[in-house]
């Protein structure tokens, strides 16, 4: 009997041990831990500008609306064959694994990947057949590589929905909405592709260790009632996630810039975690003090997915107010053009004023040769090995 009691409690171990030692982050109370059951700080950076351009980051605030418009003038400049040439060499460039291995000897612990719904999905407007979703093999394909680069170096990656069909707010540029279609709240096939990304993402990913989770939709942004709607929605996709994938946490913004916790709470999944975000504002344990009382209350973990845009001081205090109370961060973002703020600068190359100064309706049109010359040019001066890295930010964000 004694034999027996002994290879009992050895088989139990062995099962708890395997159970625990997953991989895979969760949520354990407030904190985010490992497979191990230790608690992980995440040190983030967000992959903005590769897979959805902002036009600030490219020096077109005021010039374009969104991505959308940004293209819309690239094709009439250079030409629709050549524009795609460009986009191509963009998404080729931007992000290497040689970025990744970087981020990792800089000392980022993981990756937030804001990503574009059309180049998974095609527009609902699209669609061949109504109601069809037709999958891209684009969007699928990059993050692959992307995964296996943060594999390699041990960097977890969150998947982010930064322009979710149709778009998800108010804020245009953000979520590259084109206000002459029917937006995420305005159109149920909208959010009937946005569940079904996430369920394709979800299947592809389940048994992905280093997926660090699901960030479901960046910033809403949008006027809806004690964000009923927002809540139903996510819990949909909450749900069809769980049909596939018992594995990943759940990550959870706000509307209003990610901070408008109403009707969100309490949670209705038991590997959740609550995402704010922080822009332009005091450094002190007063301004996050409501989600700090919100993550005792319900004991669920917070990170904070996004912030910047500022100067070195402001970083090195935030991070630190963060990590006060092990909340995780990642920072905007990792490239922009001619600006220190980012984690690397990228030099403008010659003859891009002058197609800004005629967008702009400032100067005359550049031929279509020098223009998509120029545009090529800047697909180049985006590889990390022709910017230039900010090591003060750096030093700001970890510390040193």
Known sequence: MKKIALLF????????CARSDTGFLVRDGRHITNGKGEVVQLRGIGLGG???????????AGTAHAQYDIKNKITELVGEERCGEFYNAWLANMITRRDIDSLKAWGFNSVR????????????????????????????????????????????????LHAAPGGQGNDIPIADVDKTKPNLWQSEQNRIKTVALWKKLAERYRDEKWIGGYDLINETN??????????????????????????????IE???????????TPPWDSNMAYSFHKYWNPTTVETIQKFLDMRDELNVPLWMGESGENNNE???????????DTIGWAWWTIKKL????????VTIPDGYSDIVGFWKDAGPSPSPDEAYRTLMQLTENIKIENCKVNHEVLDALFGR
């Open 222 to 251: 949008y006027p809806l009632e004690e964000n009923a709607a927002l809540r139903k929605l996510m819990e949909e996709i909450t749900g069809a996630i769980r049909s596939v994938d018992a594995n990943h946490i759940i990550f």
């Open 314 to 324: 402001w970083y090195r205090s935030a991070v630190a107010l963060f990590e006060a």
């Open 50 to 60: 590769w897979m959805l351009q902002e036009p600030y980051m490219l020096k077109l």
């Open 9 to 16: 409690t050895a088989i139990c171990l062995l099962v708890s």
């Open 338 to 345: 001619d600006s220190e703020s980012g984690i690397m600068n």
């Open 113 to 160: 990947l804001p990503m574009h719904y059309n180049l998974f999905t095609l527009p609902v407007e699209d669609e061949p057949s109504e109601g069809g979703i037709t999958w891209l093999e684009k969007g699928f394909a990059m993050t692959d590589s992307l995964l296996r680069w943060c594999s390699d170096n041990e960097i977890y990656l969150i998947l982010d």
């Open 254 to 264: 706000g509307n209003k810039f990610a901070n408008d916790f109403t009707g969100l």
